[in-house]
Each structure stands twice: as structure tokens, then as C-alpha cells.
């Protein structure tokens, strides 16, 4: 079991939600129960599957989970424009919030990356020393 604390893509993902949530409380008020819950959501999901995929047993329950992290910050992504587009976000709030959203998608993508690169030297290392069956 690791500790999601420890991962700088939690870090910054948790970060990314507060901003997001503060920003918010200026949406209009008939939009809290539509983009705004949605938009927050999608936010609080990616950090919430680090989190629960940390808390999982093997590597691969862990790169299921950072896959559905990245799925959220693809929703989270469209949302943002939605609030664009709206005029929710200025252009300078849009276009920093945006960075910070590219930049955990990366940190994902490279998270990932890594794990599966240690699923498959786990794999190799499981069949170089698997013991031949007797049974013929």
C-alpha cells in the first residue's frame, strides 16, 4: 500500500480542487446543482482515485485507478471550457487553470507510464523463476 500524499500528482491535484472550488462560489447560483457540482466533481475525482488506487493491493489496481483519474481530468478539461465559454472563468483564470490541469494530465500520463513499466518487470521476473510443472 503507498500513500497518495506522497505522490507530487496528488499534490497537485488536490491543489488544482481547492482553486477550483473557490472559483466557483462565483458561478450563478441556478448553475450549482448543473456545471458547478459537475465541474467540482470531476476535480475531486482525479485525487480521489489516487487515492483509492494507492490503497489497493497490486500496481495494476493501482494504473486501473490512475486511468479513471485521467478520465476525469479529460471531463474536467471540458467543463473548464464550458465555463469559458459561459464567461463563469475569466480568460486569465481559464487559461492558468488550464495550465495546471495540462500539467497533472502529463504528471498522469508519466505515473502511469512508470507503473506499467513495473507491471511488466514484475511479470518477467514471475515467469523467469516459475517453477516447472511435473504434471505431463
Not at 462560489?25 to 475531486?44: I, N, V
Request: proline share 1%; charged share 30%; net charge positive.
Amino acid at each position: 500500500m503507498r500513500n497518495y500524499r506522497d505522490l507530487d500528482v496528488w499534490v497537485k491535484s488536490h491543489k488544482l480542487t481547492l482553486e477550483l472550488y473557490r472559483l466557483s462560489r462565483g458561478f450563478p447560483r441556478e448553475e450549482l446543482y448543473g456545471l458547478t457540482s459537475q465541474l467540482r466533481r470531476a476535480a475531486m475525482s482525479i485525487g480521489a482515485n489516487l487515492a483509492e488506487g494507492c490503497g489497493r493491493r497490486t500496481s495494476a489496481e493501482l494504473a486501473r485507478f490512475v486511468r479513471i483519474a485521467m478520465g476525469s481530468a479529460s471531463e474536467l478539461d471540458y467543463h473548464l471550457l464550458l465555463c469559458r465559454d459561459f464567461e463563469f472563468l475569466t480568460k486569465d483564470d481559464y487559461v492558468r487553470i488550464l495550465q495546471e490541469l495540462t500539467r497533472v494530465r502529463k504528471m498522469l500520463w508519466s505515473l502511469l507510464t512508470s507503473i506499467e513499466k513495473q507491471i511488466d518487470v514484475d511479470a518477467a521476473a514471475v515467469t523467469k523463476y516459475r517453477v516447472p510443472s511435473t504434471k505431463g
